[in-house]
């Protein structure tokens, strides 16, 4: 089927489904490869293998929660060259989501129980960027990935000497964040007034503090 004609119902058929593989699925990734594959595994101390899962967690849950943001904000575009520039950065969240899965699982760790209720959150937040206007959702796109790439270099700085498979993933994930950011603005993204920019950060400090213990 076209995407141009999709209707209100496929698009919400279609948004379940993506929530679906998400949260409880491996999701649909593109064609390109895990940054890590073909590294060897580096031994690491338990508390480090520990602390490095956790974080990879908080990451996962972090694409979690983008994929939620650009399925709501793609439902809810006012242009369909919006819709399509969040359909295809969401596709790229899905790689970084299979990324910090497969990680997390090779580190012994377990993803997070709050993944649902931080999607459900996520997807009404930019389901109401989206009616706000394409160029306030846009600019919501290019702020939270600002802040991405802040919590990813504090990340980096933790890691594990000798641990470049971590490594590899997040320097990936980096790049693809300020590409997406710059992408938005670059298509008309507003900036955001400062209190909403304070609250976003309130809000992801919250989910990094509670996902790395759940």
């Not at 698009?11 to 490869?33: C, H, K, M, S, Y």
């Not at 369909?80 to 295809?88: P, V």
């Not at 964040?177 to 992408?183: D, K, N, P």
Request: with cysteine.
């Amino acid at each position: 089927m076209n995407p141009n004609r999709y209707t209100a119902q496929d698009r919400l058929l279609i948004n379940l489904d993506q929530a679906l593989r998400t949260l409880f699925g491996r999701p649909l990734v593109t064609e390109r490869l895990n940054p890590a594959a073909g590294l060897e595994e580096t031994e690491l101390p338990e508390q480090s293998r520990d602390h490095t899962a956790r974080l990879m967690r908080i990451n996962h849950t972090g694409e979690v929660c983008a994929q939620a943001l650009y399925q709501g904000q793609a439902l809810t575009a006012h242009q369909e060259s919006t819709r399509q520039s969040m359909a295809r950065a969401a596709a790229e969240e899905n790689d970084h989501l299979d990324w910090c899965e497969t990680r997390v699982e090779e580190l012994g760790g377990r993803l997070s129980l709050l993944n649902p209720l931080w999607y459900a959150g996520s997807f009404m937040l930019g389901a109401a960027a989206g009616i706000a206007g394409d160029r306030w959702s846009l600019g919501f796109v290019a702020e939270t990935e600002k802040q991405v790439e802040g919590h990813l270099d504090e990340h980096l700085e933790q890691l594990a000497p000798g641990d470049e498979k971590t490594r590899r993933i997040l320097e990936q994930m980096k790049e693809d964040e300020i590409r997406h950011g710059q992408t938005a603005k670059a298509q008309g993204g507003a900036d955001l007034p400062a209190p909403v920019k304070q609250l976003m950060r309130l809000t992801s400090k919250l989910m990094t503090t509670s996902v790395y213990r759940l």
